[in-house]
């Protein structure tokens, strides 16, 4: 399975966050390195969403989404820096 | 003043197919008319979402050819959508969509691979990048940017490197566009890896654009098979090819890379071979269905 980047979650995101994520800056709690959203790596599967930092491949979130319900994982992202609106 | 995002806000819209041409063999040119859509920026995307009488949906990604409002009506939304086999929305989008009918549309998305020609004066001149929004050149924020890299005597613009694989060339075909359409003076180059000439996307547009007096070259590498009397034969860009066509890494050109994910990270492993910075360096992957 090919994966995507994090581009590809700029849609089911938006359903949850006010601002645009992808062009958000995230802080990997493994190697600290900090980057747009949008160049972390995405295995998507119909269970669920992995993203990986594209640095050392930490799993920065995980989103899965059944019926009425979404799962948001963000146990790699020690920080977000965002756009303020 | 407010800070505000530099792309309008996303949303769910109702949208009507105006017209769906023949692209290539196998893509489709389809034109949407979207209720409320607020304009977007170049290099932007929509997600389409299709749900069968059961209730099942299926949402899939698709980068916007166009940009506006600076180009028309702002409602107004071209896609070219290229066939995958065995794909959920593609092969609808393609074989089956026809003037008239109607979609749900969700966007404009992604504020990362995109470019904006008032967000590049704001950028030159080392101002935080509160301009460029879609409307920018009816905007006093752009406005202001740009007086204020004029008075820093701030060089040109860096010069920008699109580079497409494929259907990838569709959202930067949109930024090639922006570019033409503003007049905008940053030199700007595509590359673009394309199987035939019959596969290409937009190359009447793209012809256009390497006359029109905006700084634009375009360099082409067939895969499969070449024009007559073509220089080389057809073949996969090598990185040789792709030295050679592109802005050079002492020009620090901001490049974009969209296309399959095995040529995009070919071709930016490549650029950081060649000294290119990889936070100069945004890419775009797409997958199939």
């Given amino acids: 399975m090919d994966h995507l980047d994090g581009n590809a979650l700029a849609g089911p995101l938006a359903d949850y966050f006010a601002f645009d994520v992808t062009e958000a800056r995230a802080r990997c709690n493994g190697c600290g390195e900090v980057a747009e959203f949008a160049r972390a790596l995405v295995f998507a599967s119909p269970a669920g969403t992995v993203v990986r930092c594209s640095s050392c491949d930490h799993v920065l979130a995980t989103l899965v989404e059944a019926g009425e319900r979404a799962w948001l994982g963000l146990s790699g992202v020690s920080a977000l820096e965002v756009r303020r609106a | ?289």
């Fill in chain 2, 1 to 289: 003043m407010i800070g505000r995002p530099s792309v309008p806000r996303s949303g769910w819209h109702a949208a009507v197919v105006v017209s769906s041409t023949a692209e290539t063999r196998t893509a489709a040119r389809l034109e949407l008319e979207i209720e409320g859509w607020p304009g977007n920026a170049a290099g932007q995307h929509l997600d389409v979402r299709l749900t069968a009488p059961d209730g099942y949906t299926a949402t899939r990604s698709y980068s916007i050819a166009s940009s506006g409002p600076a180009t028309g009506d702002a409602t107004r939304v071209v896609l070219a959508v290229d066939r995958v086999p065995g794909g959920e929305v593609s092969p609808y989008l393609v074989d089956v969509a026809r003037a008239g009918d109607r979609l749900e549309v969700h966007g404009p998305l992604g504020a990362f691979f995109v470019w904006q020609p008032a967000a590049d004066a704001a950028e030159a001149a080392g101002v935080a990048d509160a301009a460029g929004s879609a409307d920018a050149a009816a905007d006093p924020d752009a406005a202001e940017a740009a007086t204020a890299a004029d008075a820093a005597g701030a060089p040109a613009a860096r010069p920008v490197q699109l580079i497409a694989g494929g259907s990838g060339v569709v959202p930067l075909a949109a930024m090639a566009q922006a570019h033409g359409d503003a007049g905008d003076a940053t030199p700007f180059r595509m590359l673009y890896s394309v199987r035939s000439p019959a596969d290409l996307f937009f190359a009447a547009e793209l012809q256009r654009l390497v006359a029109a007096p905006a700084p634009f070259r375009l360099d082409l590498v067939y895969t499969r098979a070449t024009p007559e009397g073509w220089p080389v034969g057809p073949g996969r860009l090598t990185r040789d090819a792709l030295e050679a066509a592109v802005f050079a890494a002492s020009e620090t050109p901001r490049v974009f890379v969209c296309g399959s994910t095995g040529f995009v990270e070919r071709v930016a492993s490549w650029l950081i071979e060649l000294g290119h910075d990889a936070r100069d360096i945004r890419t775009e992957r797409f997958g199939g269905t």
